[in-house]
């Protein structure tokens, strides 16, 4: 099975290659804006503006570029990849255009008006901070482009599905479709505030908006966007990961589980981003961290399932012992570079976990909210496992659609390893000074790290510093990565076929348990539902019955409203 090939058509194949490519030139530029805050929070650069752009600035692009545009057309692109070769079917590419098209049209939008300077709303555009309307089309072109994608694998998934009654899903289709279940779901609380509250209110058709209803319905959207920025993660790490290492699948059973738990637990789990939000009855918030545990579940399966996956590959390559097999691995292999990006996002991730949940505890998450643990926490999870599987599933899918042999491949393999020894560095930073109070999404160089301010706060300095240090180096291993990637792009073809050859890594299962009450959607979705409207109707509730005034708009340079 894995050395199965699948023939994409040419429509297919340069769609898929400029999915993968422009978001990859977006990518960088979010990158150099998270650079920039990392200097601008030490005091490297005091200049604010510094070469036409700010803080504030630097971090909206950092994180809409990163966090919103390049992971959802890396899902998109998967999906369009691994569900065709799966399932033998191939895309509808006029509908895969059009959403490609909507998505790139979308993302352009929004990209200017944030480098121009009128979206400057940060990665989550609380109001009353109000951007450019063109802001909030743009978002909106983006998430209706990904949802036109999802619906067009569905008539794919049905017609195989009456081909191949009584055969289980092939996994890979299972965790993107997955995927999307729970983005479109999700999207649905932050499309409702765009387009009924948020874009009226920029065009100026009303005048206020209702702060603590538009924060509700974004963090409904907000932490299940972890979950759309995992679960692809996740379904390389189960469908690719045991083969690259050698070996299967520890469970089939236990990654479907997994699978159809992120299916239930997902969404349900927002508003323990509100803790300190006043409007929302501490028993709804209670509820909502109970589920955020509950989600937690998945992630430590995959834990033990993913380590008994690669202790089997490791044995079969000849390690002995109760440790010895972990030696073996092909960490170092350059013929399988891909597997590196793999394991060290699962190293990152380890710590990620174990942060998450200190965040999801109503208590304490009182000590480090909005401090700088935040951030630290969030380039564990989506700047680290996340980061790195797509960056390398990246470029496993351009050199699969473009018939291209990788270069730099000693570089390219030493990407994860280098950016691996940044994060930590630049986490830990973080997170130890987010314990003493630094706080997040704040020019620190202008006050507590500039001695000549009354704000100044010496012992936050060595964290502020260490900081540095570790984006310095996640930048040079993303510089190496840009590099290798459009050096593999402008790279001569293998070949001049018209059509993309694609091959993926299949793992086969070394444990194919029937699994009958995880091969059918319905089920777990409607519990989902139930779950969502449990946990959520009280919430809006309470957010509406509360009597606060709607906020003017404002921009985060200035605190007089702008009208």
């Known amino acids: 099975m894995a050395a199965d090939t699948f023939r994409f058509s040419k429509s297919a194949k340069h769609l898929n290659s400029v999915l993968i490519i422009i978001p990859m030139v977006l990518l960088f530029i979010g990158v150099y804006g998270g650079l920039m805050q990392t200097l601008f929070r030490a005091g490297i650069i005091q200049s604010d503006p510094f070469m036409g752009g700010d803080y504030y600035k630097g971090l909206t692009i950092h994180g809409v570029l990163n966090a919103i545009v390049f992971t959802t057309f890396f899902a998109v692109a998967l999906g369009n990849a691994l569900i065709p070769y799966a399932l033998k079917k191939h895309l509808n590419t006029k509908i895969a255009w059009t959403s490609g098209i909507l998505m790139l049209v979308g993302s352009v939008m929004a990209g200017i008006v944030m480098l121009m300077g009128e979206a400057t709303v940060l990665y989550t555009f609380y109001p009353p901070l109000k951007a450019n309307p063109a802001f909030y089309i743009g978002l909106t072109l983006l998430v209706v482009g990904s949802w036109i994608a999802f619906f067009n694998w569905i008539p794919m998934y049905l017609n195989w599905r009456k081909e191949n009654s009584g055969k289980k899903t092939p996994m890979a289709v299972v965790g993107m479709f997955t995927t999307f279940i729970v983005w479109f779901i999700a999207t649905i609380s932050v499309a409702i505030e765009i387009l009924f509250m948020l874009l009226p209110w920029s065009l100026g058709l009303i005048d206020e908006v209702n702060v603590m209803l538009a924060r509700t319905l974004f963090w409904f959207f907000g932490h299940p966007l972890v979950y759309f920025w995992l679960l692809p993660a996740y379904v390389m790490y189960y469908v690719f990961m045991p083969k690259l290492a050698g070996g299967k699948l520890y469970s089939d059973m236990a990654g479907r589980l997994v699978f159809m738990m992120f299916v239930l637990f997902s969404i349900p789990v927002g508003t323990h981003h509100q803790y300190m939000d006043p409007a929302i009855g501490a028993q709804w918030k209670f509820l909502h961290g109970i589920f955020t545990f509950a989600v937690a579940l998945p992630s430590l399966i995959t834990a033990f399932t993913l380590a008994a996956s690669l202790e089997h590959a490791g044995r079969k390559r000849g390690g002995t012992g109760l440790f ?181 890594p299949i793992s086969e299962p070394l444990h194919d348990e029937p699994a009958l009450l995880l091969r059918n959607f319905k089920p777990y979705i409607i519990i989902a539902l139930i779950l969502i409207a449990l946990s959520y109707a009280p919430v809006i509730y309470d957010v509406i019955q509360a009597t606060y005034d709607g906020s003017a708009p404002y921009s985060p340079n200035s605190p007089v409203p702008l009208r």
């Not at 972990?326 to 990152?348: Q, V």
């Not at 491949?409 to 930590?424: A, E, M, N, Q, R």
């Not at 300095?461 to 040079?476: A, L, S």
Request: glycine share 10%; no cysteine.
């Open 324 to 504: 010895g097999w972990m030696k073996t691995l092909p960490y170092f292999d350059k013929e399988k570079w891909f597997f590196s990006y793999l394991i060290a996002g699962l190293i990152i991730f380890a710590f990620g976990g174990i942060s998450g949940i200190v965040n999801a505890s109503y208590q304490m998450n009182t000590v480090v909210h909005n401090t700088a643990w935040i951030p630290g926490h969030f380039h564990l999870t989506v700047a680290g496992p996340v980061l790195l599987a797509f960056l390398g599933g990246s470029m496993y899918l351009i050199q699969q659609f473009m018939n291209k042999k990788v270069k730099m491949k000693g570089w390219t393999l030493s990407v994860p390893y280098i950016y691996t020894i940044g994060v930590f560095i630049f986490s830990w930073g973080l997170m130890r000074g987010g314990i003493l109070g630094m706080p997040r999404r704040t020019n620190t160089g202008a006050t507590y790290a500039n001695p000549e301010s009354v704000l100044y706060q010496p012992e936050w300095m060595m964290y502020i510093d260490i900081t540095v240090i570790g984006g310095v180096i996640m930048f040079i291993a993303i510089v190496i990565y840009i590099v290798a990637f459009f050096a593999t792009v402008f790279s001569k073809s293998l070949a001049t076929e018209e059509e993309a050859a694609v091959t993926f």
